[in-house]
């Protein structure tokens, strides 16, 4: 008698467990997929101008318009790695350096106070920099690197 009490409990309870798994993958398959739209992003390059001086009618329409003429200049970051006071001592140091680093050197003139500077090439990023002038400061003759601003364009 318990045996069959317990028979007919187990089919219930797995009728009733099996009904409402259908339901759940019935009701998912029924629902529609999202979908998440991302706006298309425009270069302010890429747009084209048609009237290159609108007719401003209120204020509202003017700050629109000042804020898209509103372009971060790129800023790019210098590893200097010496400064002399003449050309031949600049030219010295890379001749006797340039094969300790992978990295070509550039020699550039500072109108301010005559001085020739030898630098990296410009990195974008500061941590590209950062990086790169961690690594070279290992080396004895480059121990005083350091990062400068460049000039932005």
Do not use: W
Not at 52 to 78: G, H, M, N, R, W
Not at 120 to 140: C, G, M, T, W, Y
């Amino acid at each position: 008698m318990k045996s069959i009490l317990y028979f007919l409990l187990a089919s219930v309870l797995l009728a009733v467990s099996c009904t409402s798994s259908e339901d759940s993958v019935r009701e998912l398959a029924s629902q529609e997929p999202e979908i998440i739209l991302f706006e298309e992003v425009v270069k302010p390059d890429s747009v084209k101008k048609e009237n290159p001086k609108p007719a401003v009618t209120s204020q509202s329409e003017k700050t629109e318009l000042d804020s898209t003429k509103a372009i971060k200049p790129i800023e790019k970051f210098y590893i200097q790695l010496g400064a002399f006071n003449s050309i031949e001592g600049a030219k010295t140091f890379i001749e006797e350096n340039q094969s300790k680093i992978a990295y070509l050197m550039n020699i550039t003139h500072r109108e301010s106070d005559k001085k020739y500077l030898v630098r990296l090439k410009p990195f974008s990023f500061r941590d590209e920099a950062e990086l790169v002038k961690n690594s070279i400061r290992q080396i004895v003759v480059f121990k005083d690197a350091f990062i400068t601003p460049g000039e932005k364009r």
